[in-house]
Nanobody
Framework: VQLVESGGGLVQPGGSLALSCSAS????????VGWYRQTPGKQRELVAW???????NYADSVKGRFTISRDNAKKTVYLQMSSLKPEDTAVYYC???????????WGQGTQVTVSS
């Protein structure tokens, strides 16, 4: 299984960026999907999560600014980020998990840098 993230880059504070993650799994709709982020010296933290039924959950630090969504036909999950802050700077990772199974897949990460 391969997860390919894209959309990272450099953006000014207050700007927006959209990340996407495409998966090579057979039936994408069976997977819960999350976006995590990590900065050097810190643990990877959950940013946003979307279930198979499109229920969502967000870290308090991004609520109201980030939106996670999915397109099962395209086997892709998106993270729309707005009102970005320097503290959002991190490598962002996509994660797929399937309830009741050991399936747990990670992408290679995409760098997001928020700086003026």
């Amino acid at each position: 299984v391969q997860l390919v993230e894209s959309g990272g880059g450099l953006v000014q504070p207050g700007g927006s960026l959209a990340l996407s993650c495409s998966a090579s799994v057979s039936i994408f709709a069976l997977y819960h999907v999350g976006w995590y982020r990590q900065t050097p010296g810190k643990q990877r933290e959950l940013v946003a999560w979307i279930t198979t039924l499109s229920g969502t959950n967000y870290a308090d630090s991004v609520k109201g600014r980030f939106t996670i969504s999915r397109d099962n036909a395209k086997k892709t999950v998106y993270l729309q980020m707005s009102s970005l802050k320097p503290e959002d700077t991190a490598v962002y990772y996509c994660n797929l998990r399937r309830a009741g199974f050991e399936d747990d897949y990670w992408g290679q990460g995409t760098q997001v840098t928020v700086s003026s």
